[in-house]
């Protein structure tokens, strides 16, 4: 079965400082994808990234970072310089290889982080 | 592009109701999905539909709980003699089949309370 872990429930830092959101995952397949979404009070997911199995290369956007790790089975996720807009709940997902793959399409997602950037 | 929309945007209903929530996806998407998402939760997966076949349904979708997507466009969740239990947001994402793995892209969601 497959299994996303967010251990940090909440997280509340001041403008400007650096924060990483920790996501660790469970999964048998060899092929999977794992992603961030952004939820901000208005409800709507966001998507940031998405990430498969086979690719280790750490990504940085602007002012966020992802850190894959297949050792720990971690895809953590960095926003340098917060700001306030930033607060929102994070959660990360994880899908297996897609249908045309055999696989299945659903994400299966951890329960979330809410960041608070604080003025 | 207009993005995902989802009809209505707050629902209220009284326990043992029906409602019916609309989804229409980014007009070019090919499948779309439904998830449930409680309080404190991350979603989770209830359905989904590649043109108007439904090809995958969780667990978590109760016999009380039909999905449509009958032109391959907009879906439609019914939930029949709703409980308290239902309530919760209930998000639609769309996508474009690919050879891999989509990127699923989410509407809004349509807030349901059952009282």
């Known amino acids: 079965a497959q299994k996303v872990t967010q251990a940090q429930t909440e997280i509340s830092v001041v403008e400007k400082e650096d924060v990483t959101l920790d996501c660790v995952y469970e999964?048998?397949?060899?092929?999977?994808?794992l992603f961030w979404y952004k939820q901000p009070p208005s409800g709507e997911l966001v998507f940031l990234i998405r990430?498969?199995?086979?690719?280790?290369q750490n990504e940085i956007s602007g002012r966020y970072s992802w850190n894959f790790q297949k050792s720990t089975s971690s895809f953590n996720f960095t926003i340098t310089a917060s700001q306030v807009v930033d607060s929102a709940v994070y959660f990360c997902?994880?899908?297996?290889?897609?249908?045309?793959?055999?696989?299945?399409?659903?994400?299966?997602f951890g329960k979330g982080t809410k960041l608070t950037v604080n003025p | 592009d207009t993005g995902v929309s989802q009809n209505p945007r707050h629902k209220i209903t009284k326990r043992g109701q029906n409602v019916t929530f609309r989804c229409d996806p980014i007009?070019?998407?090919?499948?779309l999905y439904w998830y449930r998402q409680t309080l404190g939760q991350g979603p989770e997966f209830l359905t989904y539909?590649?043109?108007?076949?439904?090809?995958?349904k969780s667990r978590l979708l109760s016999d009380r709980f039909s999905a449509e997507r009958p032109k391959g466009s907009f879906s439609t969740l019914e939930i029949q003699r709703t409980e308290q239990g239902d309530s919760a947001m209930y998000l639609c994402?769309?996508?474009?089949?690919?050879?891999?793995?989509?990127?699923?892209?989410f509407g809004p969601g349509t807030r349901l309370t059952v009282l």
């Open positions: 994402a769309s996508s474009l089949a690919s050879g891999v793995k989509d990127t699923q892209y």
């Open positions: 999964t048998r397949d060899t092929t999977y994808y």
């Open positions: 990430r498969n199995s086979f690719d280790e």
């Open positions: 997902a994880l899908s297996e290889a897609g249908e045309t793959q055999g696989g299945s399409e659903k994400l299966v």
């Open positions: 007009s070019e998407h090919n499948r």
């Open positions: 539909f590649q043109n108007e076949a439904q090809l995958e």
